[in-house]
């Protein structure tokens, strides 16, 4: 089993920045993927970003030059920085993990999820 523990939602204002983080513990495997994904009222979950240990990511359309996802492996933590935020942005963020890394190119290929954060985006 694998525990993951997201942190840094919040509310912003429309051209503000926060960054979410995200923790796994539990039975984590040295090759894995990670990554964030977000689900807004009355929608469909949707990748965000995702990233295998290797340094592999993923980056839907929608925030490619906006937000940017990292990882520090000895930590088993992924963080997503998100700047320049839209309230289309608007919407609980999801962390996941999976222990095939080439899941971080999955739409939604994770085995395990967080109980989510949310992000609030005001214009």
């Known amino acids: 089993q694998v525990q993951l523990e997201e942190s840094g939602g919040g509310s912003v204002q429309a051209g503000g920045s926060l960054r979410l983080s995200c923790a796994a513990s539990?039975?984590?495997?040295?090759?894995?993927?990670m990554g964030w994904y977000r689900q807004a009222p009355g929608k469909q979950r949707e990748l965000v970003s995702a990233?295998?240990?290797?340094?592999?990511?993923n980056y839907a359309d929608s925030v490619k030059g906006r937000f940017s996802i990292s990882r520090d492996n000895a930590k088993n933590t992924v963080y997503l920085q998100m700047n320049s935020l839209k309230p289309e942005d608007t919407a609980v963020y999801f962390c996941?993990?999976?222990?095939?890394?080439?899941?971080?190119?999955?739409?939604?290929?994770?085995?395990?999820w967080g109980k989510g954060t949310l992000v609030t985006v005001s214009s």
């Open positions: 996941g993990y999976s222990s095939d890394w080439s899941r971080y190119r999955a739409r939604d290929g994770m085995d395990y």
């Open positions: 539990g039975s984590i495997f040295s090759i894995n993927a």
């Open positions: 990233m295998s240990n290797s340094g592999s990511t």
